[in-house]
């Protein structure tokens, strides 16, 4: 059965204080590993797709790398605003549209 | 562009009452979809569209119909309402083949069933 599990569940960081979100996968023909950022009320926005092992993509405080069992999102120096639930989801179809996603890590940044 | 637009926002409904959730992209975005996001759960596939006419179930279809008629809209519609359906629904729409690159969510339409 194909599967996205997200640890941990939830995060505490102060600001400043770096660290990483695992999302390990069990997906059949997986055609890439999305990362999205949802804030209380909203719908998830998009951070990242990869593709491969080996790939990493970045964007301002965020690094996302990929391995064969395994993503991770890294995070540099997190501020209060990055303070969000965190969603990996694996991708079936090619076009993105048959997404499993994990649970999600909700991460809060204290000043 | 206004993106991925959902309506209603919120929505009380009786069991056994029927509804549809309305969701259009203004993109030309040939691939849709509708989740739903419960506590615990995370989101799960309702039914998925790779274009207009072309419709296929995803996780949790049972209790919910859906047509693509048009490439801009993506109704989902429950026959008869239960509590068990009282969830966040997400719709989402992407480019097609080769250019997946960003999935767009619209701002979800929360339903309580009583």
């Known amino acids: 059965e194909d599967q996205v599990t997200q640890s941990p569940e939830a995060l505490r960081l102060q600001e400043g204080e770096s660290s990483s979100l695992n999302c390990s996968y069990t997906v059949s023909g997986l055609r890439g590993l999305f990362w999205y950022r949802q804030d209380p009320g909203k719908g998830p926005e998009f951070l990242f797709t990869?593709?491969?092992a080996g790939e990493e993509k970045e964007k301002e405080r965020l690094k996302a790398t990929l391995t064969k069992k395994e993503s991770f999102l890294h995070i540099t120096a997190p501020k209060p605003e990055d303070s969000a639930t965190y969603l990996c989801a694996g991708d079936t179809n090619q076009a993105g549209t048959a997404l499993i996603f994990g649970k999600g890590t909700t991460l809060s940044v204290s000043s | 562009n206004a993106g991925v637009t959902q309506t209603p926002k919120f929505q009380v409904l009786k069991t056994g009452q029927s509804m549809t959730l309305q969701c259009a992209q203004d993109?030309?975005?040939?691939?849709m979809s509708w989740y739903r996001q419960d506590p615990g759960m995370g989101l799960r596939l309702i039914h998925y569209?790779?274009?207009?006419?072309?419709?296929d179930q995803g996780e949790v279809p049972n209790g919910y119909n859906v047509s693509r008629s048009t490439t801009e809209d993506f109704p989902l519609r429950l026959l008869s309402a239960a509590p068990s359906q009282t969830s966040v629904y997400f719709c989402?729409?992407?480019?097609?083949?080769?250019?997946?690159?960003?999935?767009?969510f619209g701002p979800g339409t929360r339903l309580l069933v009583l």
């Open positions: 993109m030309n975005h040939e691939y």
């Open positions: 569209s790779v274009g207009a006419g072309i419709t």
């Open positions: 989402a729409s992407s480019y097609g083949a080769g250019s997946s690159e960003t999935q767009y």
């Open positions: 990869l593709y491969s």
